[in-house]
């Protein structure tokens, strides 16, 4: 049910205006990072990122994708104060990832 301000409101400008950020991002970013963040699903530990891009080096995995992606404010730590935590885990941040959710794709095939 949309509240009477909703009604009949365009969301398609705020939508396209999102997923031009969000490419924005991608293309200043590394081919690793947005292979990080396709692949991203929901909040996931290191070890099920790493596995789900067919990684097994941790070192190269934290400097190639994990750091930029972080540093960019892609991505964010579930326990940001316990950094080295063995119950660390990430998710996409704040309008990135609702932008994901509603079902765009990050490289744009729909």
Same mark, same amino acid.
């Given at each position: 049910?949309?509240?009477?301000?909703?009604?009949?409101?365009?969301? $398609?400008?705020?939508?396209?205006? /999102?997923?031009?950020?969000?490419?924005?991002?991608?293309?200043?970013?590394?081919?690793?990072?947005?292979?990080?963040?396709?692949?991203?699903?929901?909040?996931?530990?290191?070890?099920?990122?790493?596995?789900?891009?067919?990684?097994?080096? &941790?070192?190269?995995? &934290?400097?190639?994708?994990?750091?930029?992606?972080?540093? $960019?404010?892609?991505?964010? /730590?579930?326990?940001?104060?316990?950094?080295?935590?063995?119950?660390?885990?990430?998710?996409?941040?704040?309008?990135?990832?609702?932008?994901?959710?509603?079902?765009?794709?990050?490289?744009?095939?729909?």
């Amino acid at each position: 049910m949309r509240s009477s301000w909703t009604a009949g409101a365009d969301s $398609a400008p705020f939508i396209d205006f /999102m997923l031009r950020m969000i490419h924005e991002a991608l293309a200043t970013g590394t081919p690793q990072v947005a292979q990080l963040l396709r692949v991203l699903a929901g909040e996931m530990s290191r070890d099920e990122l790493m596995a789900a891009l067919n990684l097994r080096d &941790r070192k190269s995995f &934290r400097q190639r994708y994990l750091a930029p992606a972080l540093a $960019a404010g892609l991505i964010e /730590m579930t326990l940001p104060e316990k950094p080295n935590s063995r119950l660390q885990r990430y998710r996409l941040t704040g309008l990135f990832g609702q932008v994901s959710v509603m079902g765009s794709t990050l490289d744009g095939s729909g």
